[in-house]
């Protein structure tokens, strides 16, 4: 399992034509002191690189490969669709079944704008927020990461939080930044602070309403309840980043498992079946201010893509008619992460370990993490070495510590099992 000759030479090959020879950051696999692999190809629980290596898949394309790969439905939902056109540029029919389809499975959606990536979905749904309250200023959580944007790439989590990297961005303007305020991500005060030293200037608080970008961490109770109300009381749009949650946690996403309506939602890749979708959505009176209805600008030739479609409708009408996907996913995830914890716990360590249903993370620090801080507490060197010997036991997890372990339908109990043990074999050695 260690042979990485062809993916060494194909690295070598692509640092000459692309920056850091991919396509993004984290996929460099700096972090963890090694090299990436080149993927040739995926199926079901498995993926596999281009020197012949197969490993047990734990990242499923950083989250939306629910089913697990390739699957079938999903398969044959595209490739019905190919003959017919890639692309258009146009309305199609297939857009409106979607935005059926995700206003139907999320209450507080009840009117959706398409777009291709996730990015774009918080860019705009920000935009959108402003654009309606006619204010300027933006809350976020430290840690939470909501794309590349501008005025969002602020103390960001996910591949910004390497060892050796800075939580800022280079070309992220002052101008820009002036109008992002950070709040604490599990601390109220923070928030209600925020408010009030910028009263009637805040236009919106994004969230992920499960962290998984400082790796995973979950809402103390109460806490997303608690936003909701400073929102209403404040005039201020509540945004979920559902762009990891939405579709895993649950059919209606984080806001329906805690029970929170935002007013605004941004949902990514799942909603595609793995392939490049994004979109947002929530409150009428909102969304009636984007064009061409309203003066909020925001459009894309790919946006609402027949072939992306065709996939996500194929993956979301599989997930309401097998509900039974997440009694499984959900029973891993605890099978997968208590089991580290007990391993961890007999080995004398007093790691932490946190997930939510069938996401979750492993932290080598004893601190307790429920916010950014605390999260980057993290022996990131141990957890290279523990990412290597993952690797080189078939074991495909996420190259950065600040990521999370993502479960899906295709994997077994006797999956969870073998990885459980190869974990604990890293701990005994």
Known sequence: ?????????????????????????????????????????????????????????????????????????????????????????????????????????????????????????????????????????????????????????????????????????????????????????????SVERLFEENKNQVAALIIEPVAANMGVVAPEPGFLKELRKICTDEGAVLIFDEVITGFRLALGGAQSLYDVTADLSTFGKIIGGGMPVGAYGGKKEIMDRVAPLGSVY????????????????????????????????????????????????????????NHVGSIGSLFFTDSKVSNFVQAKTSDLDKFAQYYRHMLSNGQYIAPAQFEAVFISNAHKKEDIDETLNVIEEFFRN
């Open 1 to 189: 399992m260690n042979n990485r000759e062809k993916s060494a030479k194909l690295f070598e090959e692509a640092q000459k034509y692309i920056p850091g020879g991919v396509n993004s950051p984290v996929r460099a696999c700096g972090a963890v002191n090694d090299i990436p692999r080149f993927i040739t190809k995926a199926d079901g629980k498995y993926i596999y690189d281009a020197d012949g290596n197969r490993y047990t898949d734990y990242i499923g394309s950083w989250g939306p490969m629910i089913l697990g790969n390739n699957h079938p439905e999903i398969l044959k939902a595209v490739q019905q669709r190919i003959p017919l056109g890639l692309t258009y540029g146009a309305a199609t029919e297939i857009e409106t079944e979607m935005a059926k389809m995700l206003c139907r499975l999320v209450p507080s959606l009840e009117k959706v704008r398409m777009v291709t990536s996730g990015t774009e979905a918080t860019m705009s749904a920000i935009r959108a927020a402003r654009g309606y309250t006619g204010r300027d200023k933006v809350i976020k959580f430290e840690g939470c990461y909501h794309g590349h944007h501008d005025s969002l790439l602020v103390k960001a989590g996910s591949g910004l939080m390497q060892k050796g990297s800075k939580p800022d961005s280079a070309g992220v303007t002052e101008g820009t930044a002036k109008d992002t305020l950070l709040a604490v991500f599990n601390d109220i005060d």
């Open 298 to 353: 925001q459009a894309g030739t790919l946006s609402g893509n027949p072939v992306a479609m065709a996939a996500g409708l194929a993956q979301l009408k599989y997930l309401k008619e097998h509900p039974e996907v997440y009694t499984h996913i959900n029973e891993l995830g605890d099978r997968l992460f208590n089991g580290i914890k007990e391993i961890t716990e007999v080995h004398g360590k007093k790691y932490t370990v």
